[in-house]
């Protein structure tokens, strides 16, 4: 079985499918009503999406994944195109156009694209503070992580604001109402390529029974990368990366049930996996990257289950590779870890 390091970084794997093929009936042409197919860089909104590339004025790729969730039909088969640039949506499967049967699913097959919940700050937005520590108020206090290059700026605690005037370079702090950002000696803050968790949640499913979601990274939302709320059956999660998340890459509360499969989830911000209510979450071959401040699972309530269906893969290198270099991309991309 091909580990799960690989199933998330190499590009253009097809491991997984493989690996879910019992599960969503690849090997027939008619397991999926349609294939609807999304590209954020050639699509077209007011196009049909039946068609990965433009064929006519009214077939072709849609732009955005919502549209696609308003044209799709119960047991649809929605296929991303991974692009060089992230789809920025907050997604939402709650009606029964967005349900399946066992033998036909509703699918989300993501191709290894990313969805992206974090915005550049806006440079008119800083404020300087003291020496060079530089602020800017957001929208909502909760759920924040800065990134600097799209990785997870380290965050300083501070206690009093004496501390906060000692904040490092390159480190950020939440105070008050404000966020807070030190910068290096001669530089300002709109020099940094500096974004922050904006939309509330990556994929959020409500009351919908057999989905698929596959081969998705879900990263920089000020909750959860994946939101799983009440009466959701037969759910299964494969292939995902979820990272930098301001509560938790997976969320799963209410009756929900949800099958978790070879899955990488690290560097969020409470938990990388939380469960409330009578939740139960069936885990196969994943990495719950565990922290001090964010363990691995946080069952919140005594009727949450976990069920693991293999033992936790191993995390010697997990917390080095979850924003891996392109170095260390390409050591990935070879097993050589």
């Not at 640039?85 to 399946?100: D, I, K, N, W």
């Not at 992206?116 to 700050?121: I, L, N």
């Not at 390159?170 to 530089?187: K, N, T």
């Not at 081969?215 to 299964?236: E, K």
Request: aromatic share 8%; hydrophobic share 40%; with cysteine.
């Amino acid at each position: 079985m091909m580990r799960t390091w690989d199933f998330v970084w190499t590009a253009g794997s097809s491991a997984l499918v493989v690996a879910l093929a019992g599960l969503v009936a690849l090997g027939h042409a008619e397991a999926w009503a349609r294939d609807i197919f999304v590209n954020n860089q050639i699509g077209d909104d007011a196009k049909n999406g039946r068609a990965p590339q433009h064929l006519s004025a009214t077939t072709g790729p849609v732009r955005t994944i919502a549209q696609a969730l308003k044209i799709c039909q119960s047991g649809d088969r929605i296929v991303l195109a991974k692009t060089d640039q992230p789809y920025r949506e907050s997604l939402s499967l709650c009606t029964a156009r967005h349900c399946g049967t066992p033998d036909r699913p509703f699918v989300i097959d993501g191709n290894g694209a990313v969805l992206e919940g974090a915005e550049p700050v806006p440079p008119q937005a800083w404020r300087h503070w003291h020496a060079r520590v530089f602020r800017f108020r957001p929208v909502r206090l909760d759920g924040h992580i800065l990134f600097l290059e799209g990785k997870p700026a380290p965050r300083f605690r501070p206690k009093s604001e004496d501390q906060l005037r000692e904040l490092p370079p390159g480190h950020w702090a939440l105070w008050g109402a404000w966020v807070y950002f030190a910068v290096h000696p001669g530089r300002l803050p709109q020099q940094y390529p500096i974004s922050y968790c904006v939309r509330p949640a990556g994929i959020t499913l409500y009351q919908v029974h057999d989905v698929v979601i596959l081969n998705l990274t879900i990263q920089g939302f000020r909750l959860d990368g994946v939101h799983v709320a009440d009466r959701v059956r037969r759910c299964t999660l494969g292939g995902l990366l979820c990272r930098g998340n301001g509560r938790s890459g997976v969320f799963v509360g209410g009756a929900a049930q949800v099958h978790l499969l070879s899955s990488l989830v690290g560097n969020n911000a409470q938990a990388q996996l939380m469960l409330q209510g009578y939740a139960q979450v069936q885990l196969e071959d994943c990495d719950l990257i565990d922290h001090p401040q964010a363990p691995a699972i946080r069952q919140e309530g005594p009727h949450t289950q976990v069920i693991r269906l293999s033992a936790p893969q191993p995390r010697g290198q997990g917390r080095k590779f979850l924003f891996p270099s392109s170095r260390e991309q390409a050591v990935l991309a070879r097993g050589e870890f």
